[in-house]
């Protein structure tokens, strides 16, 4: 009995995904919770994997290749079943080479070659870690002799979540199944088959290949074991510069495929920028005194960031001037003002500009986290979202943003509304340069922040209201000790 498993919504409305890496190829066989593919969406990068065990019999999309929600993505037929006439290889449009009908390929018949411990049929590398509990393996790494019986006692499978594996007795957690770089079976143009290496890279090198439309294959990896980094692409790209443009694309220019996040972010801000009717307000305000009141913090042990002091100012102003936390619902022709602040911070990420949300704080300021508290965890989700690692939950729900542009060395700049929200604010360079202090001029370190707002939502009083209360938070250290 054959089948097709179709791509699943991937959670929080997400219509589509692209095929990062495939991990299975046509003809192996597969348990369930096996990681068929990491895919990415427009929010994270997941391993997607299978809903039961069976037989690949094709594999619908290529690497790179983007695909709708509900989508045929995998073939599969029952474990054991014959092959269909012609299976074997790998082919996106479910054409495959000849095998032996019956043969499986995971039945270590291959040549025994392997590469980092990866049997060149395609299957898995056999190490304890890399296969599902209660499936071929024990949870402490013990073989099961191929053929024997089914033990008595089996681990319980349990459903999982997509990207995560079975949850180990007695840790709580689930075990993720290592990356393992394998040699698969492929079609050659003419029909025969042969064996290739499959592109050794990460998935943020496999993404910059996409972007410049460099094909992994053609690149000669300078990483251990031949793997491809982010420079060996970037080096290929340099060389395929003066190639022929590709069809529809202008004479000595390229074209970069807009997929997944940054296809996401764009639609999001055109959506954004031609709904709301933006308007922004600026402040150039003196933090030298602010500054070195972090700076005696970081000396002794509790180092707060700026942009750390910047998101807890944000809370009493937000207090004190509820409209700046809120969004403008059009069908309804109501405001709606949320009770509680959800920061969210932009991140620059190889894949796209991202809104990642910070973990839960106290709307009314009294309970806000501590300086150091609240540094460490702008830092810890700003890394998790250029690792692609946020969960759909922490890439939705913030209702005020924080966009630090200073650190590309720009004074200030007036940022796009996050959609569904009134407000977002843009914090610029730090700059010392004279400025007059107590009637006199003296070398300070300044910042410009510049607040964008919804003009539905807010009229410009009430955002020239909320910036201020922010600026003076910031510039008087004692302000920003107590709030």
Sequence with gaps: MMSDFLLPDLGEGLTEATIVA?????????????????????????????????????????EGQTLDVGSPLVGFAEVGAAPEPGAGGNAADGSVADEPAGESATDGSADGSAVDGAVTSGSVAEDPASVPVGVGASVDGSDEAAGAAEPAARPQRQQVLVGYGPVLPGTGRPRRRPRAFVTTPYVRPTGATGERPTPRAMPPVRRRARDLGVDLRSVHGSGPGGRILRADVEARAQGL????????????????????????TAQAMSASAFTAPHASVHVTIDVTDTLELLGRGTREGGRTSFLASVCRAILPAAARTPAANARYDAEAGEIEIFDQVRLGIAVATDRGLLVATLPEIDADGHQAPSGPALTAAVAETAQKARDGALTPAEVTGSTLTVTNVGVFGVDGGTPILNPGQSTILAIGALRRQPWEQRDEIA???????????????????????????IAETLADPATLLVR
């Design 22 to 62: 495939w991990h299975v190829n046509v003809g192996d066989e597969v348990t369930r919770n096996q990681a068929l593919a990491e895919v990415e969406t427009a929010k994270a990068l997941v391993e997607l994997p299978s809903p039961r065990a069976g037989r690949i019999t094709a594999l619908h999309a290529e």
């Design 443 to 469: 070398l300070r370190t300044v910042v410009t922040l510049t607040l964008s707002f919804d003009h539905r939502v807010l009229d410009g009083a009430e955002a020239s209201a909320f910036l201020t209360d």
């Design 241 to 264: 510069s003066g190639a022929e443009p590709r069809a529809g694309a202008s004479a000595g220019s390229h074209t970069i495929p807009v997929t997944g996040l940054r296809k996401q």
